[in-house]
């Protein structure tokens, strides 16, 4: 269904999908998500292949390099720079698994080249809120500026300072990264509050990174995008430039964001490419799985038909394929089963609405529509079932 939803957005927003490789040589990922990331130092799956290079091949944890790298080898960072991007697919981290954090986990991601205005990132916001939307999901969005290769030396350099400053008091992790990406220190999980008192990318932002974030923020608020700027929002991988964000849901508890993403205008030229800036955003779709059934149990597009006798069967089969179409997603119940078990099918199965269909109800062209969450039940005519249904999904919608 999330991915479902996904393409029928992007096709929205004319986004074209990419499809890019399970495997590639190691140094991809190094020169793009970074030697210091925790996903090049720690979590990747990486083994020798026995060609006669001896090359070293890696597991993607991240699609991002993946796109980058076939947008260049294609020539279109040459040929036509401005291109949107859609992929799907599992992705590989080796990270201690605990719930909503996965080695092998799914992202959906976008990644738009040949854009450096701010409405281009303010429009990747928009589609995950629209998804979002769709899918009943409320979440929030954060964001920031971690400003370009002009203004960032300065905020790097007063990090330093106040790291060294600081530097008894500083977990282990920490001093690692002071060493070798002092941005880290931001999102650092133990020293909470020293992270909270470091000197801020916002602080240092020269007059076009600060120009550009205004208009992201300007563009957000027309589009309707409630968000809050947190400027402790640094990111792990070490491509990114000016505007980041990361896509929260609170019920999740400990992994609870959802997406992330923002600009990186300098990786297309580090891959071997033209000056083409770029930004783009991943959404973790397991994690957004576990939200959507932690928030949303009954799907109100979710329909168990339950037929209750030969006649009942066959016309609960046309209703069936005459309810897909709206769409709903329609599970024919087994027949053999009583009354009371297919009910408790339907339950199982997170559906929101049962339809009975039972020999008396049938002979007076009726069925008993039964909505699961707040276990109402009335009768319904068999030719407004379909219309009755609609207009109860868009109350829920509401
Ligand atoms: P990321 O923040 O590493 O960014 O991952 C994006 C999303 O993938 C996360 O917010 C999370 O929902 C999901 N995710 C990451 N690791 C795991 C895991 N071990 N188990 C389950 N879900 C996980 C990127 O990957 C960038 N490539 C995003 C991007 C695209 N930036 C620009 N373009």
């Known amino acids: 269904m999330i991915e479902n939803c996904a393409r029928q957005l992007m096709a929205r927003y004319a986004v074209r999908e990419i499809r890019i490789p399970l495997l590639e040589r190691v140094e991809l990922y190094q020169r793009s998500s970074g030697e210091t990331s925790d996903v090049v130092t720690k979590q990747m799956y990486a083994f020798t292949d026995r060609d006669e290079g001896q090359t070293v091949l890696a597991l993607r944890p991240e699609g991002t390099p993946g796109v980058v790298r076939a947008y260049v080898e294609a020539g279109l960072d040459k040929r036509d720079p401005e291109q949107r991007f859609f992929y799907g697919g599992p992705m590989f981290r080796r990270e201690r698994p605990q719930k909503g954090r996965y080695r092998q986990f799914y992202q959906f991601g976008v990644e738009i080249f ?24 409320a979440v929030d969005f954060e964001i920031n500026s971690l400003g370009c290769q002009e203004c960032r030396p300065a905020f790097r350099a007063a990090l330093l300072a106040y790291g060294r400053e ?18 880290r220190l931001l999102d ?11 000197p801020k990318s916002l602080d240092f932002l020269c007059p076009q990174c600060r120009h550009h974030f205004d208009l992201v923020q300007q563009l957000l608020a027309a589009a309707g995008v409630a968000y809050k700027v947190n400027p402790r929002i ?10 980041t964000f990361e896509v929260y849901c609170q019920a999740l508890g400990a992994q609870n964001a959802i997406a992330a993403g923002g600009r990186y205008d300098g990786l297309v030229a580090t891959l071997g490419g033209a000056s083409v800036p770029a930004s783009g955003f991943a959404i973790g779709v397991d994690r957004l799985a576990l939200a959507l059934e932690l928030v949303a149990p009954g799907s109100a597009r979710r329909v168990a038909l339950i037929a209750l006798g030969e006649q009942a069967v066959v016309r609960a089969a046309e209703l069936a394929r005459q309810l897909r179409q709206y769409p709903f997603e329609v599970e024919l119940l087994s027949p053999e089963r009583s009354l009371k078990a297919q009910l408790k099918r339907a339950n199982h199965l997170g559906s929101r609405y049962a339809v009975i269909l039972g020999e008396d109800e049938l002979a007076r062209g009726r069925a008993q529509l039964r909505d699961l969450e707040r276990s109402l039940q009335h009768e ?14 868009r109350e829920d919608a509401i």
Not at 116 to 129: F, Q
Not at 188 to 198: H, P, R, S
């Open 114 to 137: 040949g854009r450096a205005d701010p409405a281009c990132d303010a429009e990747l916001i928009t589609m995950v809120d629209d998804l979002c939307r769709e899918l009943k999901l």
């Open 234 to 243: 640094v990111r792990g991988l070490d491509y990114y430039v000016r505007t």
């Open 166 to 183: 600081h530097w008894a008091h500083l977990c282990h992790d920490c001093h690692e990264r002071l060493e070798h990406n002092p941005l």
């Open 188 to 198: 650092c999980k133990i020293d909470v509050e020293l992270a909270a008192a470091a």
């Open 380 to 393: 319904v005519a068999l030719e407004d079932l379909a219309q009755t249904l609609c207009a109860q999904r």
